[in-house]
């Protein structure tokens, strides 16, 4: 199952490792683009964890509580 990208009004993302709303114009964590989609993340940490498991990340299987 994909969890679909939430945009919120402001140019806002979520993060998809720890779901916190992430500013798009300045992303604390950068971005990574996975199958064609632009992720953005709240730190590095959550970044890299996303790199090494995407799609664990995207199934729900694995989540970061920050
Ligand atoms: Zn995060």
Known sequence: MRIPLFKRRGGD???P???MA???KNPPGGTWD???Q???FCGPGCNRAFQREPEAYLSGEKKMKM
């Open 13 to 15: 993302a979520i993060d």
């Open 17 to 19: 490792v720890c779901d």
């Open 38 to 40: 632009t992720y953005y």
């Open 34 to 36: 996975h199958a064609g």
């Open 22 to 24: 992430v500013n798009t």
